[in-house]
Nanobody
Framework: QVQLVESGGGLVQAGGSLSVSCAASGSIFSINTMGWYRQAPGKQRELVALKTSGGRTNYADSVEGRFTISRDNAKNMVYLQKNNLKPEDTAVYYC????????WGQGTQVTVSS
Protein backbone atom coordinates (compact mmCIF):
# COMPACT_ATOMS: atom_id res chain seq x y z
CA GLN A 1 0.00 0.00 0.00
CA VAL A 2 0.93 3.68 -0.34
CA GLN A 3 1.71 5.94 2.61
CA LEU A 4 1.66 9.73 2.31
CA VAL A 5 3.49 12.08 4.69
CA GLU A 6 3.13 15.87 4.54
CA SER A 7 5.59 18.44 5.82
CA GLY A 8 6.05 22.20 5.76
CA GLY A 9 2.91 23.53 7.39
CA GLY A 10 2.99 26.37 9.86
CA LEU A 11 2.02 29.94 10.64
CA VAL A 12 2.44 32.77 8.13
CA GLN A 13 1.21 36.35 7.84
CA ALA A 14 -1.24 37.40 5.15
CA GLY A 15 0.60 38.18 1.94
CA GLY A 16 3.39 35.78 2.77
CA SER A 17 4.40 32.50 1.20
CA LEU A 18 4.62 28.91 2.34
CA SER A 19 5.50 25.62 0.69
CA VAL A 20 4.24 22.19 1.70
CA SER A 21 5.57 18.84 0.56
CA CYS A 22 4.28 15.30 0.41
CA ALA A 23 6.30 12.11 0.11
CA ALA A 24 4.75 8.85 -1.03
CA SER A 25 6.29 5.61 0.14
CA GLY A 26 5.52 1.92 0.26
CA SER A 27 5.51 -0.85 -2.29
CA ILE A 28 3.79 1.20 -5.02
CA PHE A 29 5.80 3.84 -6.89
CA SER A 30 3.74 4.32 -10.05
CA ILE A 31 1.03 6.82 -9.07
CA ASN A 32 -1.11 8.50 -11.69
CA THR A 33 -2.52 11.44 -9.74
CA MET A 34 -1.19 13.34 -6.75
CA GLY A 35 -2.38 16.56 -5.24
CA TRP A 36 -3.79 18.51 -2.34
CA TYR A 37 -7.11 19.00 -0.61
CA ARG A 38 -7.83 21.24 2.36
CA GLN A 39 -10.40 21.50 5.12
CA ALA A 40 -11.04 24.73 6.98
CA PRO A 41 -12.76 24.83 10.39
CA GLY A 42 -16.46 24.20 9.97
CA LYS A 43 -16.09 23.61 6.23
CA GLN A 44 -16.12 20.58 3.95
CA ARG A 45 -12.91 19.22 2.49
CA GLU A 46 -12.25 20.82 -0.89
CA LEU A 47 -9.93 20.28 -3.82
CA VAL A 48 -6.92 22.61 -4.01
CA ALA A 49 -4.78 21.24 -6.83
CA LEU A 50 -4.12 18.00 -8.70
CA LYS A 51 -1.31 16.96 -11.02
CA THR A 52 -1.07 13.80 -13.10
CA SER A 53 2.15 11.98 -13.87
CA GLY A 54 1.77 13.28 -17.43
CA GLY A 55 1.78 16.88 -16.25
CA ARG A 56 -1.91 17.80 -16.45
CA THR A 57 -2.81 20.25 -13.68
CA ASN A 58 -6.10 21.34 -12.11
CA TYR A 59 -6.47 24.22 -9.64
CA ALA A 60 -9.38 25.42 -7.58
CA ASP A 61 -10.57 28.83 -8.74
CA SER A 62 -9.82 30.29 -5.31
CA VAL A 63 -6.09 29.53 -5.58
CA GLU A 64 -5.51 29.94 -9.32
CA GLY A 65 -2.58 32.28 -9.90
CA ARG A 66 -1.37 32.10 -6.30
CA PHE A 67 -0.57 28.42 -5.75
CA THR A 68 1.68 26.20 -7.85
CA ILE A 69 1.72 22.41 -7.74
CA SER A 70 4.73 20.44 -8.90
CA ARG A 71 5.87 16.82 -8.89
CA ASP A 72 9.05 14.81 -8.86
CA ASN A 73 7.86 11.53 -10.36
CA ALA A 74 11.13 9.69 -9.73
CA LYS A 75 10.87 10.44 -6.01
CA ASN A 76 7.06 10.25 -5.83
CA MET A 77 7.01 13.70 -4.27
CA VAL A 78 4.42 16.43 -4.74
CA TYR A 79 4.79 20.05 -3.68
CA LEU A 80 2.50 23.02 -3.26
CA GLN A 81 4.00 26.51 -3.36
CA LYS A 82 1.56 28.99 -1.85
CA ASN A 83 2.08 32.70 -2.50
CA ASN A 84 0.10 35.79 -1.48
CA LEU A 85 -1.61 33.85 1.27
CA LYS A 86 -4.93 35.02 2.66
CA PRO A 87 -6.60 34.29 6.01
CA GLU A 88 -9.21 32.23 4.17
CA ASP A 89 -6.42 29.85 3.13
CA THR A 90 -6.20 28.70 6.75
CA ALA A 91 -6.94 24.98 6.78
CA VAL A 92 -5.55 21.53 7.28
CA TYR A 93 -3.93 20.56 3.99
CA TYR A 94 -4.12 16.88 3.01
CA CYS A 95 -1.92 15.15 0.49
CA UNK A 96 -3.82 12.94 -1.94
CA UNK A 97 -2.81 10.18 -4.33
CA UNK A 98 -4.73 7.84 -6.58
CA UNK A 99 -3.45 4.47 -7.67
CA UNK A 100 -6.29 2.00 -7.97
CA UNK A 101 -7.80 3.64 -4.91
CA UNK A 102 -7.51 6.92 -3.05
CA UNK A 103 -4.82 7.47 -0.44
CA TRP A 104 -4.64 10.32 2.08
CA GLY A 105 -1.96 11.84 4.26
CA GLN A 106 -2.54 12.76 7.88
CA GLY A 107 -2.76 16.48 7.11
CA THR A 108 -0.64 19.50 7.98
CA GLN A 109 -1.97 22.70 9.53
CA VAL A 110 -1.51 25.99 7.67
CA THR A 111 -2.57 29.12 9.54
CA VAL A 112 -2.59 32.54 7.87
CA SER A 113 -2.86 35.50 10.24
CA SER A 114 -4.20 38.92 9.29
Amino acid sequence: QVQLVESGGGLVQAGGSLSVSCAASGSIFSINTMGWYRQAPGKQRELVALKTSGGRTNYADSVEGRFTISRDNAKNMVYLQKNNLKPEDTAVYYCYAYWGRAYWGQGTQVTVSS
